[in-house]
């Protein structure tokens, strides 16, 4: 155990980032997943309407430094691509 007070503090704030960013993780999986299976089933309307809150996900996450933003925009690109190759 850390003797510390700013040790302590340090422990506390990892453990706060550690919950934050397994829901945003969580999270981004659920929307990914919803989004491939608009893909996998044809639904471009529904594809194309969600798209957008995927995006601002992937942004937000990469903005808190959950996922790095380079992975976000690559991520971004690819959907755009796969719903460009459904049209």
Do not use: C, W
């Not at 919803?34 to 194309?48: I, S, V, W």
């Not at 925009?73 to 959907?79: D, L, Q, T």
Request: charged letters at 35%; a positive charge.
């Amino acid at each position: 155990m850390a003797n510390l007070k700013a040790a302590l503090k340090s422990i506390r704030q990892s453990e706060k980032h550690r919950l934050r960013n397994t829901a945003v993780i969580s999270e981004l999986r659920t929307l990914i997943k919803k989004y491939k299976d608009f893909l996998a089933t044809g639904k471009r309307k529904d594809a194309e309407a969600f798209l957008p809150t995927l995006t601002k996900r992937l942004d937000m996450a990469a903005t808190k430094k959950i996922i790095h933003r380079s992975t976000a925009s690559r991520r971004k690109s690819r959907f755009m691509k796969q719903l460009a190759v459904l049209k």
